[in-house]
Nanobody, 124 residues
Framework: QVQLVESGGGLVQSGGSLRLSCTASGGTFRTLSMAWFRQAPGLEREFVAAISWFNAYTYYGSSVKGRFTISRDNAKNTVYLQMNSLKREDTAVYSC?????????????????WGQGTQVTVSS
């Protein structure tokens, strides 16, 4: 059973930066594709970014491409989400997820393991 714990959320001004971390335990991290999703109040869960375990390819949602960067450190069992040029519409609960798959990584159904989430609030 894989457990995921996120950290790094908080309150930031528009235009600022935050880095989220998600540390995994209970599984073989190097064989897990990792992703970040977010959900704002009243909206559906949205794909943010993913990184494949197989070749470290990265994928991004259209609303964050060019501003956010996903990376992983297999030695630390941790995936990161560097968020730059934050906007008010980035305000949401950000959750990390883990999957043994390497395709369809923008689809929530591919992920068997989820963290509890961390709140990111961007003020104007």
């Amino acid at each position: 059973q894989v457990q995921l714990v996120e950290s790094g959320g908080g309150l930031v001004q528009s235009g600022g930066s935050l880095r989220l971390s998600c540390t995994a335990s209970g599984g073989t991290f190097r064989t897990l594709s990792m992703a970040w999703f977010r959900q704002a109040p009243g909206l559906e869960r949205e794909f943010v970014a993913a990184i494949s375990w197989f070749n470290a390819y990265t994928y991004y949602g259209s609303s964050v491409k060019g501003r956010f960067t996903i990376s992983r450190d297999n030695a630390k069992n941790t995936v990161y989400l560097q968020m730059n040029s934050l906007k008010r519409e980035d305000t949401a609960v950000y959750s990390c997820a883990a999957s043994g798959n390497i395709r369809g990584l923008d689809d929530t159904s591919q992920y068997a393991y989820w963290g509890q989430g961390t709140q990111v609030t961007v003020s104007s």
